[in-house]
């Protein structure tokens, strides 16, 4: 209780005054950064923060990028060593399990990518032209349409760091995944990397995104993965009822505070 913190991040937590460019380009904490930009209305301050957010985000991704190319390499070298067949098929297993695969990345498509290690049974399967209703619990009244704006602007907000994320309706501004993925990371940064997710390969960011919600916010499942790829765009009152459901359950955790009403 009286020993002091010992410098860095906590002392970034609640900084005496406005930080440099140069002082938050130190801070290598991501949530120490979020906690900064919920804490500050400066609207400068606010923007070399979003900066700093996002060079971090990309100087996570470049080093991973790093990293699997150097596993990709000792693979190969173990491949070459073993004479071929055990090293090639045990190669290729594991590497299609540490890494994203980059040949399908060129798709006009908005089907799923059948590379996707999740998406092998739904990429072998037809691709209907339109998909029935999905399976989706009932939305909020129509008469609130102040709440679903409001609701809209919470997202944007809590994913304005994140690069790759222009949320600006409940539909095609999910139909990658990574919208979905960006909000959760938000809340559970530790969950997973956010900066090696793939917008090419949706279902697996659906699949990624619900699971972590469901296992740290305890938010059901109600979005399908594999119906949200099989549509052109994800039906808007779907995306909503699972958002809304989303911001209850981190309200039953305390991780959003809202104005209890009498």
């Known amino acids: 209780m009286e020993s002091q913190p010992d410098g860095g991040p906590a002392e970034s937590d609640h900084p005496s005054g406005p930080l440099t460019s140069e002082q938050l380009a130190a801070i290598e904490d991501e949530e120490v950064l979020n906690k900064m930009l919920d804490g500050t209305e400066d609207f400068e301050q606010r923007r070399m923060i979003r900066a700093a957010l996002r060079d971090l985000l990309k100087t996570k991704r470049d080093k991973r990028e790093q990293e699997r190319g150097s596993r990709q390499q000792d693979l190969r070298q173990q491949g070459l060593s073993k004479g071929g067949t055990t090293g090639g098929v045990g190669g ?28 092998r049974t739904a990429g072998g399967k037809a691709n209907p032209a339109v998909v029935p209703a999905q399976k989706c619990p009932p939305s909020a009244a129509p008469n609130v349409k102040n709440v ?16 790759g ?71 808007w009152k779907c995306v909503y009822t699972y958002i809304q459901e989303f911001y209850r359950c981190l309200v039953e955790k305390g991780l959003v505070k809202t104005k209890k009403r009498t």
């Open 92 to 119: 290729i297993g594991r590497a299609s399990m540490s890494q994203q695969p980059s040949t399908n990345k060129v798709s006009g498509q908005p089907s799923p990518s059948a590379s996707s290690p999740l998406n």
């Open 148 to 163: 679903k704006q409001m609701l809209l602007d919470w997202c944007r907000a809590k994913t304005e760091p994140y690069e």
């Open 165 to 235: 994320v222009d949320i600006q309706n409940f539909s095609s501004s999910w139909k990658d995944g990574i919208a979905f993925c960006a909000l959760v990371h938000r809340f559970f940064p530790d969950a997973f990397e956010y900066s090696i997710l793939n917008p090419n390969k949706p279902r697996d960011n659906f699949q990624l995104a619900f699971s972590t919600a469901e296992r740290l916010a305890g938010c059901p499942p109600l979005l399908d993965p594999d119906d949200l790829v099989r549509m052109r765009e994800p039906d």
